[in-house]
């Protein structure tokens, strides 16, 4: 492993720390105040925990180089851990959708709400935080890993503050005889309905979430194509050596594996040049392919342009 990968694991280690510490204080939050809303981004939390255990795994198996088993590395791992996340988000949002409906339809007094929303701002900040610093570690060292949990962890900053909008409406609320009537006039005993719907959109939230992890998990093991931007990239190289070296290309595809990228491309050259200067322009297409994307494996097939076998891939 080298210093790179052994710094992408210490982040690693940074999530699951982060992950610990705020359901410790979000649990704490909810056991002072039993508000459902919290309990439910307590929940969001441990799932964050096994989303950075399984990251880290996957961190030191994506890190191994290519074998005889696998020749084309360990990369896809990724998109399992991607998967297995998403799966995890789901029955989550299910527990917390079940539990907020009971709540909904039996309503509790909310108990120390300035307390609990402390406890939880301080959470939200451990969590926003270390999110920035993933998210930019991640798409600096090309990790999808790393920024993909650091995503989520925003996904949950966010999520927090939803609800720690709703239980501020319900703890100023609960001090105005005011807004206490018009809950009245509404049907509702008081505000703290607001927390059981906020944990049901919490819910609603949450698998917004996993189906987005589920359906880039699918993408990935589908060998997804890269993305047009990054395709029009390497058309624009092949493109240039076409025009000054009198050649063409067609079959061009392109695919993911976690953080790394693949590419093969037919290069049809004349018949007659040597198979040292055939040579010596894949080599050239291929430096300056690798120029523009830092993991990249390039498979450059060569043909006479002559020959109409040659011909039988259309050009893409």
Not at 84 to 97: F, N, P
Not at 170 to 195: C, H, P, R
């Amino acid at each position: 492993m080298n210093t790179a990968q052994k710094s992408l694991t210490l982040y690693g280690w940074l999530s699951i720390a982060a992950a610990i510490s705020t359901i410790a204080l979000k649990s704490y939050a909810y056991w002072l105040t039993d508000s459902i809303g919290l309990l439910s981004d307590a929940m969001e939390s441990v799932i964050n925990l096994v989303a950075a255990v399984i990251m880290l795994i996957v961190l030191h198996i994506a890190a191994r180089p290519p074998d005889e088993s696998h020749p084309y590395g360990h990369e896809k791992i990724e998109y399992f851990s991607s998967g297995a996340e998403g799966v995890m988000i789901l029955l989550a949002a299910i527990s917390i959708g079940i539990t907020a409906w009971g709540r909904l339809l039996h309503p509790q007094p909310l108990q120390q709400l300035d307390v609990g929303i402390a406890i939880s701002v301080c959470a939200s900040i451990i969590n926003l935080v270390v999110a920035k610093i993933l998210i930019s570690v991640g798409k600096r060292q090309r990790s999808i890993t790393l920024e993909s949990d650091g995503k989520h962890l925003m996904t949950d900053v966010w999520t927090t503050v939803g609800i720690l909008i709703g239980i501020g409406v319900i703890f100023v609320a609960n001090y105005f005889e005011t807004s206490l009537a018009i809950a009245k006039q509404l049907g509702l005993n008081d505000w703290g309905i607001l927390d059981p719907i906020i944990a049901i959109l919490v819910a609603i939230n949450i698998v917004w979430v996993g189906l987005q992890l589920i359906r880039r998990t699918i993408s990935g093991l589908m060998d997804a194509a890269l993305t047009a931007n990054e395709q029009t990239k390497i058309i624009n190289v092949l493109e240039q050596f076409s025009v000054t070296n009198n050649i063409d290309y067609h079959a061009l595809r392109t695919r993911y594996a976690g953080t790394r990228r693949f590419m093969s491309v037919h290069l049809l050259v004349p018949g007659d040049w040597t198979v040292q200067r055939g040579h010596d322009v894949v080599e050239s297409i291929e430096q300056q392919i690798a120029s523009i994307f830092d993991n990249i494996d390039i498979d450059i097939h060569l043909e006479p342009i002559e020959d109409d076998a040659s011909w039988r891939h259309l050009k893409v």
